[in-house]
């Protein structure tokens, strides 16, 4: 009944790929592409620090993403987001002379790009056999 309403929009073999447990080296990678600079979590961590210390939490960052992956599932807490909104000005008046700026987790951030990155690797894929097929 429900298929009837809404269409799938991905297929099992994308939703597989979407969802797949990362390997390690993979998740390492996401880390250390994001920005060092980037805005803390609502923990005050942000990108420098994990990364300096990758060493001593990769197995709880590795444990949270692949539990996510294998399971579907996050605490809500993980989930959360702050939104600052910083002046542009001295005098800034309205919403236009504040630049926004998020607070998030960055384990979720992490799980966020791997599936960025599986998007798009699905997406180049689809192009690559149109093309073939054409």
């Known amino acids: 009944m429900i298929e009837e309403i809404i269409p799938f929009l991905v297929n ?10 990362q390997i390690v080296e993979e998740i390492k990678g996401v880390m250390f592409r994001m920005y060092k600079k980037s805005a803390p979590d609502p923990n ?6 994990c990364q300096t210390f990758w060493d001593i939490i990769k197995h709880d960052v590795i ?11 996050i605490m809500s807490y993980y989930n959360l ?7 542009k000005t001295h005098s800034a008046s309205s919403i236009i002379r ?4 998020t607070l998030g987790d960055y ?13 798009h690797q699905s997406c180049h894929i689809s192009s690559l056999l149109s093309k073939k097929a054409s």
């Open 107 to 119: 384990k979720t951030k992490i799980i966020t790009q791997i599936i960025v990155d599986n998007w």
């Open 44 to 49: 005050g961590f942000e990108g420098f620090f």
């Open 63 to 73: 444990r949270f993403i692949s539990q996510f992956f294998i399971q579907d599932w």
């Open 98 to 101: 504040f630049r926004p700026v």
């Open 12 to 21: 099992e073999d994308t939703n597989h790929l979407f969802t797949s447990i």
């Open 81 to 87: 987001n702050y939104i600052l909104l910083i002046p």
